[in-house]
């Protein structure tokens, strides 16, 4: 298994990725950075032309299994038009990220591209994150997707009591909303949808939810899952609801099992989700699972 790492988005450390690649070579992964993500051009990890060659060229480089994105922050949708559809040299080949790179996950078009909403290697340069790589490197040796979670893995919440099958999408909610009306946008008719944020002002959580409702989104899903919602602040007047409020209010009346707590985003857990493969979520008095049944990375 190699994977090979690229910055769509921001610009990291040498020693960043030096530690990350030694971490997997323990599970049996040999790593390979693009000398891109060390280019540095503002925040950005060089300019959108040079980001948007590393991430084709990694996708179509020939004994590369999976392409890593090393972290976040912005400008991974600035690629979107350059890259929107990858060289058929990528199908069969899986595309790991989240936060920033929701963009790509969401936006790329090309059905034999696996697509993983999981943690990145920055995650490493905060404490306590490292148990959240060893499922998605096993799963990765093996050639496959990661399964889901256990229910332990996270106190998993039930808001709306129900049973959904869909398939399962992950997205950080602010990037998600910037992809309504592009043609980017995934359509999540009948999908079960895990969204997740970081640093966001209650209000501004409340503003996106209401514009996911307001577009259908939030009326053509399945099942509705709440991830973490780290580090959210209130103005000097409070705005009076919390995130599970705000949720019941928008998702309540529609008929779907909505559930919250569950383990993916920018909080300590952040458990790998593989795009688009069939779930199922049920939600009950007593508690809500979510799972999945990933299909083989060499499947198709």
């Not at 995650?123 to 499922?135: I, W």
Request: proline share 7%.
């Amino acid at each position: 298994m190699k994977v090979k790492l690229v910055a769509p988005a921001r610009w990291v450390e040498r020693e960043l990725v030096a530690r990350f690649a030694a971490f997997a070579a323990t599970y049996g992964i040999e790593v390979e950075a693009s000398p891109q993500c060390f280019e540095r051009c503002g925040q950005l990890a060089g300019t959108d032309e040079t980001r948007a060659a590393a991430l084709v060229e990694a996708l179509s480089q020939p004994g590369i299994d999976a392409v890593w994105c090393v972290r976040g922050g912005y400008g991974a949708g600035r690629l979107l038009e350059r890259v929107g559809s990858v060289p058929t040299a990528a199908a069969g080949r899986i595309l790991i990220g989240y936060s920033d790179i929701t963009t790509l996950l969401l936006g790329i078009r090309n059905p034999g591209l696996r697509m993983v909403h999981g943690p990145m290697p920055i995650d490493l340069s905060t404490g306590g994150r490292e148990a959240n790589f060893p499922p998605l490197f096993e799963a990765l040796r093996l050639g496959g997707l990661p399964g889901a979670p256990e229910p332990s893995a996270g106190t998993v919440r039930t808001i709306v009591t129900g049973r959904a099958r869909g398939p399962v999408f992950a997205a950080n909610l602010s990037l998600l909303t910037r992809l309504i009306g592009t043609p980017y946008c995934p359509d999540l008719r009948g999908a079960i949808l895990v969204l997740e944020d970081v640093d966001e002002k209650l209000y501004a959580v409340d503003r996106m939810l209401v514009h996911l409702r307001h577009a259908g989104v939030l009326r053509g899903l399945a099942g509705l899952v709440m991830g973490g919602f780290t580090d959210m602040s209130d103005d000097a007047t409070p705005f009076g609801e919390d995130v599970t409020a705000m949720t019941l209010r928008l998702a309540g009346d529609l008929g779907i099992p909505v559930v919250e707590g569950y383990p993916v985003g920018h909080g300590p857990e952040n458990a790998a989700v593989p795009q688009g493969v069939p779930a199922e979520l049920a939600a009950t008095r007593d508690g809500a699972r979510l799972d999945w049944s990933p299909r083989s990375a060499a499947s198709d």
